[in-house]
């Protein structure tokens, strides 16, 4: 009878830590930042997210698209400007920060710039604004 009340024990301890573990994680996960993007029209398979330094840009991470709909988890980058590259004539500059708002960004491949609109974020809605000021 004791060993049946140490395994139940067991099982019990088991089963509540492992509730435990996975409440922890859905709740981690739930608070990763993400920038979710959808370019009408655009065709291709990946996006890349870069940076600038000096002169040169660095590609520092790649996205898969599916129908033109991408999603970018931003991970601890440096707070700084990216560009998101479509292509190589197509790609739209952000901002990325400690803090970074989940938000959603869609436009026309064909008009990227004027047709933006970014909705979570208000200081890349304040820098979209600002760059079409010229």
Same mark, same amino acid.
């Given at each position: 009878? /004791?060993?049946?009340?140490?395994?139940?024990?067991?099982?019990?301890?088991?089963?509540?830590?492992?509730?435990?573990?996975?409440?922890?994680?859905?709740?981690?996960?739930?608070?990763? *930042?993400?920038?979710?993007?959808?370019?009408? =029209?655009?065709?291709? @398979?990946?996006?890349?997210?870069?940076?600038?330094? %000096?002169?040169?840009?660095?590609?520092?991470?790649?996205?898969?698209?599916?129908?033109?709909?991408?999603?970018?988890?931003?991970?601890?980058?440096?707070?700084?400007?990216?560009? $998101?590259?479509? =292509?190589?004539?197509?790609?739209?500059?952000?901002?990325?920060?400690? %803090?970074?708002?989940?938000?959603?960004?869609?436009?026309?491949? =064909?008009?990227? @710039?004027?047709?933006? $609109?970014?909705? /979570?974020?208000?200081?890349? *809605?304040?820098?979209?604004?600002?760059?079409?000021? /010229?």
């Amino acid at each position: 009878m /004791g060993r049946l009340c140490q395994l139940i024990n067991c099982m019990w301890f088991t089963r509540n830590l492992l509730i435990m573990f996975l409440f922890c994680a859905v709740a981690w996960k739930s608070h990763s *930042q993400n920038l979710t993007g959808v370019i009408r =029209d655009f065709s291709g @398979d990946q996006v890349l997210l870069s940076y600038f330094s %000096g002169d040169q840009r660095f590609v520092v991470d790649s996205f898969e698209v599916r129908k033109g709909s991408f999603a970018i988890e931003v991970k601890d980058y440096s707070p700084g400007f990216y560009t $998101v590259i479509l =292509d190589k004539d197509h790609f739209f500059d952000l901002y990325l920060y400690k %803090g970074f708002p989940n938000s959603n960004v869609t436009a026309r491949l =064909d008009a990227i @710039d004027e047709s933006m $609109v970014w909705k /979570g974020c208000p200081e890349n *809605q304040a820098f979209l604004e600002f760059r079409k000021k /010229g």
